[in-house]
């Protein structure tokens, strides 16, 4: 069974979207899978520069969410860091290199789930 934030997958979704902005995330896009799919409740996606950077993001989310008391369930990708998935049961967290974002085209994908609006910086 999945593990459910007290708190809702998706204040739980917004807490990890400013996570990755913290490390330079960039090009996040937060979807709302779990009107579409069983999968999760939301996906993240996010985008570091190089594989140092997508270990940042990841190493930053994983250790703050878990002194907030969320435990990732799963963690596939992080060695090779060109895609690393981390799932939180509701949420299930994607962090890219440009050229993976780029090929795996989840947006397209999940292109029917509802996108969340998120501010970042740089954005009027």
């Not at 270990?55 to 703050?64: M, N, T």
């Not at 085209?105 to 969340?116: I, K």
Request: aromatic share 10%; charged share 20%; proline share 3%.
């Amino acid at each position: 069974m999945a593990q459910e934030p007290a708190n809702g997958s998706r204040e739980l979704a917004l807490f990890a979207a400013q996570l990755a902005l913290e490390k330079k995330g960039h090009d996040l896009y937060l979807l709302e899978v779990g009107q579409v799919s069983i999968v999760a409740d939301y996906f993240l996606l996010a985008t570091g520069t190089s594989a140092v950077q997508v270990h940042a993001i990841c190493d930053h989310l994983s250790e703050s969410l878990k002194k907030e008391g969320y435990h990732a369930l799963r963690i596939e990708g992080y060695r090779e860091g060109w895609w690393v998935v981390l799932d939180y049961g509701g949420l299930v967290i994607h962090v890219f290199q440009p050229e993976a974002r780029i090929f795996y085209d989840l947006e397209r994908l999940w292109s029917e789930a509802p996108q969340v609006t998120l501010d970042q910086p740089g954005e009027n």
